[in-house]
């Protein structure tokens, strides 16, 4: 089974979080990387960078995400529980939880808001592969760069 993409993370670590407890990255790392069955292999290959493993950045980006949807919450450097909302979420028993599941929370579409006027990842099912991580880092670095141009704009040259 290759590596899971960030979206095929995001419920089963929601479900590993379930327990209501704080958890650091390393251990939802560990844990999740024996849920998805990964080799050793896949569990030591690295970014291109050489600084972070791929899995452990899936894992953060899946992580990132559902914060912004207040499903987790961060409660220290490192460590995040999950939320009353997320037990919610866990509740009605989603087949998985993706970036479309994802704008259905007001505070993640405005946290990504300032995107819409940008293709947005094409996120309607679960497994995906390397074409779409490859898109979504371009989309991410497009989108960026689009958000401080604007925020130069409304700091620098408005009236």
């Not at 899995?55 to 990132?64: E, I, K, Y």
């Not at 490859?134 to 700091?155: A, D, G, P």
């Amino acid at each position: 089974m290759p590596i899971p993409d960030f979206q095929s993370i995001m419920l089963p670590l929601l479900r590993f979080c379930s327990d209501g407890f704080e958890h650091s990255n390393r251990e939802a790392a560990d844990v999740l990387s024996q849920e998805f069955r990964l080799t050793s292999e896949e569990q030591k290959k690295v970014l291109p960078s050489g600084r972070q493993r791929v899995f452990d950045n899936r894992v953060a980006w899946a992580r990132a995400y559902m914060k912004m949807a207040l499903l987790l919450e961060n409660t220290r450097r490192g460590v995040f529980r999950i939320t009353a909302r997320g037990k919610q979420v866990l509740e009605e028993s989603p087949d998985c939880i993706n970036l479309a599941y994802l704008r259905r929370f007001p505070e993640y579409s405005a946290i990504r808001g300032a995107q819409q006027n940008h293709q947005m990842l094409e996120d309607t099912s679960c497994p995906a592969g390397d074409a779409q991580e490859k898109r979504h880092r371009e989309s991410v670095l497009t989108r960026h760069i689009w958000l401080f141009v604007k925020i130069l704009q409304r700091n620098f040259f408005s009236s």
